[in-house]
């Protein structure tokens, strides 16, 4: 697990492999199809901010607006409409608490598909609530140290009411209450997030002494469903 952030280590960030390139522009598809329609329809990202989140997403990880625009369209025109988002909840190895987000029009299929991957990696399927307590959904905003201040910084995670902030070399990682992201982009009006999205962050974390490789393993698997877009844990 590299990094010492909660969100570098449990979201991943690593540099996207040309052959990965179809896969993740897929999955970014079909969470921007998906906020579209949970917003009603609405395909202007100033009026759907689950669509706006969703493209700050996509282009995180170099996804061209020409294919951002045309996922966008497409949307509008009625195109993925039975797709659903689920949260399913399961255990790793040696108990690690795992949250695996999905965009899905085949519900049986992906739960099979997850439970399948967890399973061969010694990890399993719980039921509704086993681990989701250990979370708190929140908003993550990060900064480049470099485009901001550190006063400034702070200054912004002070009037959002920031649950806490992360100081690597370069970046700020900004943890805010859910139900201000909205007010983001407002109090940040100097300086220019990197990135702002949706995050499950672990209450406590877990050392899986030993047991790291086989983790890593896992979430390699459940990220290759093509359902999956998100794996969360509570590995330190």
Not at 67 to 78: F, L, M, P, Q, S
Request: hydrophobic share 35%; charged share 30%.
């Amino acid at each position: 697990m590299s990094g010492h952030s909660k969100w570098s280590t449990i979201k991943r960030k690593k540099g996207i492999k040309d052959q990965q390139r179809s896969s993740v522009f897929s999955k970014m598809a079909r969470l921007i199809t998906t906020a579209v329609h949970e917003g009603g329809g609405v395909t202007d990202p100033e009026n759907n901010f689950k669509l706006r989140l969703a493209i700050e997403r996509a282009k995180s990880v170099n996804m061209p607006r020409d294919t951002i625009d045309r996922a966008i369209e497409k949307a509008g025109g009625g195109e993925g409409q039975q797709l659903k988002e689920i949260l399913y909840e399961g255990f790793g190895p040696g108990g690690v608490a795992l949250l695996i987000s999905v965009i899905t029009d085949n519900t049986n299929r992906t739960h099979a598909d997850v439970k399948q991957a967890l399973e061969k990696q010694g990890g399993k399927m719980g039921g509704h609530n086993a681990v989701a307590y250990l979370f708190q959904k929140c908003g993550v905003v990060v900064f480049n140290a470099s485009s901001a201040s550190e006063e400034k910084i702070f200054a912004f995670a002070d009037k959002i009411g920031a649950l806490d902030i992360e100081e690597e070399s370069e970046r700020y990682v900004i943890y805010v209450p859910f139900e201000n992201i909205g007010k983001v982009k407002e109090l940040s009006s100097d300086i220019q997030a990197q990135e702002i999205d949706v995050f499950y962050r672990p209450l406590t974390t877990v050392d899986p002494k030993g047991l790291q490789d086989k983790i890593e393993t896992l979430i390699d698997r459940l990220e290759d469903l093509e359902e999956v877009h998100t794996v969360y844990t509570n590995v330190r």
